[in-house]
């Protein structure tokens, strides 16, 4: 539950607080009650059946693609819309479990389990309260919780069919944040049948007629899939039965949520979804919904994301359905480039979200069918449609953008020649802005488009080369500065460029030899490590006294390897070592290796230095 407490925001001691806990607790236990005039009891009351009004559709934000390694994204898992006293009630005592851990437990227990055996006419909100205070301290006192976890999980499950609505929501809501645990636990038969009863009861919620629960099934059901992942594999025709039909049932802002739940279940499965039977319960209501909303319906947004994750999901298996869903983004980004100009031509207003949204669902499609996409792009106007784009004044478009520009450098980059240079010029630009730290998704998205067609057009990158260098340098220069995405994407940039072109990067190198090292030894192993390798060892037969002076930097960066895959490779960097070490007569190599640590000096030795 994301809250705030201006106490802990002004940084102030938290043992001040301490002696306070005892009376504090009971009182934020007591404001978690539902007030008789909390408007949140009108609507818990809302069946499925009445159609939302617009003013209960919150506005919805899409995060657009982003290839790197820290991209954050707030973590909104809060069943709360509005603050008033039972949420900032709820949303302190989360963040008093963070604080203090499992000392509130002793306070907190009693009056819990109090309240859950309350009776009466209005005792239901005193369990309801006490549930959502199991939820609300799940994650600061699970070691406390733990050993009573199993009791806890089993408790609430038959809570998912209580009489009232607003405990088989917040049911839903505890329930989701004991998810990790209810996974781990999964390994013995007893764990298995909990995590069993678990998903079917939020399944059964997810088909409840209270909108309210409805709402909460589908968003718990959403975060336990992203821990279950391959777990909910044996589960998935049920599953996908319980989503379809939820589908065919919700309003309109529930349908948003039963789309991230899809989305997620095929981030969570994989291609274990790419089967014939699950296809036939998934897709058809898609395409029809699909077909149903014009280019310049807001409800298409969450359908176009959650198609991008069963492209990614289906890989290959996606081709049956990819040429209506191409042919469909690319007509959205043109009426959309339309209706900036002339909105009236469009029959649309300008609204950038539909563009970035296409362009991260063509990114989804090149993903999933690789070189397949090719026919597709080739019949279409989306080679010229994405360098606009690509210059777009919006930030968000631009880095989409570019994200597709990499994507399609890998699959397809045949087809982006007659544009190559433009692209390759726009890219180099990202680079090289004053304005580097507004706009650093879009430097980082644009990076690695660079690399991604270096590898593929070689040679002819040459013409930007020493432009791109010129801004990757000082980049790498203020690493401490600016994210770590960035800094890896350059380094990995600047070898594929030193690999594809060593002739022209060679001269320059002692410029930024210790500063691009200290970013690769940072890189976890893997195809781009390579490529950025394979550059430096290129450098280095081009011009061996050029990293003379970082020598120890570049020991560093091999040794930052856990295991070179390509026996190539590995017997380049092995020349580049002893290359150096018959360089460097007198001692000198010696003294090389007497600068490094033991642990640096362990890693080297299996290039037999």
């Known amino acids: 539950m994301v809250g705030r407490s201006a106490y802990f925001d002004a940084q102030l001691p938290p043992e001040n607080l301490k002696e306070f806990l005892p009376r504090l607790i009971p009182v934020l236990l007591s404001n978690m009650i539902y007030a008789d005039d909390d408007e949140s009891l009108?609507?818990?009351?809302?069946?499925?059946?009445l159609p939302d009004r617009d003013q209960d559709l919150k506005p919805r934000f899409h995060t657009s693609r982003f290839h790197g390694s820290d991209n954050v994204e707030d973590d909104d898992d809060d069943v709360v819309n509005v603050w008033n006293l039972r949420k900032c009630s709820a949303a302190g005592l989360d963040i008093l479990s963070n604080v203090f851990g499992d000392e509130i437990l002793s306070t907190l227990l009693p009056i819990v389990q109090t309240n859950l055996s309350a009776s009466g006419d209005e005792a239901w909100k005193r369990r309801e309260a006490a549930v959502l205070a199991i939820g609300a301290v799940a994650e600061g006192c699970i070691n406390g919780l733990h050993p009573h976890l199993p009791e806890m999980v089993g408790f609430l499950i038959p809570l998912l069919d209580d009489k009232f609505p607003l405990i088989r929501s917040i049911s839903?809501?505890?329930?989701?944040r004991f998810s990790k645990y209810i996974v781990q636990d999964i390994g013995h038969q007893r764990g298995y049948d909990q995590f069993d009863k678990v998903l079917m009861g939020l399944?059964?919620?997810?088909?409840?007629?209270?909108?309210?629960?409805?709402?909460?099934?589908?968003?718990?059901?959403?975060?336990l899939e992203e821990e279950a992942a391959e777990e909910l594999a044996p589960r998935l025709e049920t599953i996908l039965k319980h989503l379809m039909c939820a589908f065919g049932r919700y309003q309109r802002r529930n349908l948003r949520i039963v789309y991230d739940a899809i989305g997620t279940l095929a981030d969570a499965v994989g291609a274990e979804l790419n089967q014939p039977t699950y296809l036939d319960i998934l897709m058809p209501p898609l395409i029809t919904k699909w077909q149903q909303l014009s280019n310049s319906d807001k409800d298409l947004f969450p359908l176009l994301e959650c198609f991008t994750s069963i492209a990614q999901a289906l890989g290959s298996g996606f081709s049956q359905f990819a040429q209506p869903v191409f042919q469909r983004c690319v007509d959205v980004i043109q009426t959309q480039q339309l209706a900036k100009v002339d909105p009236i031509s469009a029959g649309a207003q300008y609204d950038k979200e539909f563009v970035v949204c296409s362009l991260d669902l063509l990114s989804g499609l090149a993903e999933g069918l690789g070189s397949g996409i090719e026919s597709l792009v080739s019949q279409s106007s989306l080679k010229d449609m994405l360098l606009q784009c690509c210059m777009d004044d919006a930030s968000d478009v631009r880095q989409?953008?570019?994200?597709?520009?990499?994507?399609?450098?890998?699959?397809?980059?045949?087809?982006?020649?007659p544009r190559l240079s433009a692209y390759?010029?726009?890219?180099?630009?990202?680079?090289?802005?004053?304005?580097?730290?507004?706009?650093?998704?879009v430097a980082n998205n644009a990076c690695w488009a660079i690399g991604e067609l270096a590898v593929k057009v070689r040679q002819e990158v040459a013409p930007v080369v020493m432009t791109v260098i010129s801004c990757l340098v000082p980049i790498l220069q203020h690493a401490e500065e600016l994210n770590k995405s960035l800094i890896e994407n350059s380094a990995i940039t600047l070898g594929r460029l030193a690999w594809v072109c060593p002739e022209l990067v060679s001269p320059h190198m002692e410029h930024f030899m210790q500063a691009w090292c200290i970013a690769l030894s940072m890189i976890r192993d893997d195809v781009e490590k390579e490529d950025a390798f394979r550059g430096l060892c290129a450098l280095v037969r081009a011009?061996?006294?050029?990293?003379?002076?970082?020598?120890v930097y570049v020991c560093k960066a091999i040794a930052s390897w856990h295991e070179i895959r390509s026996e190539e490779l590995h017997n380049e960097v092995c020349q580049v070592l002893h290359g150096y070490k018959q360089m460097l007569r007198n001692g000198a190599w010696d003294q090389c290796m007497s600068a490094l640590e033991p642990p640096v000096k362990d890693k080297l030795s299996k290039y037999q230095v």
């Not at 009108?42 to 059946?49: G, L, M, R, T, Y």
């Not at 839903?172 to 989701?176: E, F, K, Q, R």
């Not at 011009?543 to 020598?551: C, D, E, I, Q, V």
């Open 203 to 223: 399944l059964r919620r997810i088909l409840d007629t209270n909108k309210r629960v409805q709402e909460a099934a589908c968003s718990a059901f959403a975060t």
């Open 543 to 551: 011009n061996p006294s050029g990293a003379l002076s970082s020598l």
């Open 42 to 49: 009108v609507d818990a009351e809302e069946d499925e059946s």
């Open 424 to 441: 390759l010029d726009v890219a180099a630009k990202q680079l090289n802005t004053p304005r580097l730290k507004e706009t650093i998704s």
């Open 400 to 417: 989409s953008a570019f994200a597709l520009l990499g994507d399609l450098a890998r699959v397809c980059p045949i087809l982006l020649h």
């Open 172 to 176: 839903c809501w505890t329930l989701s």
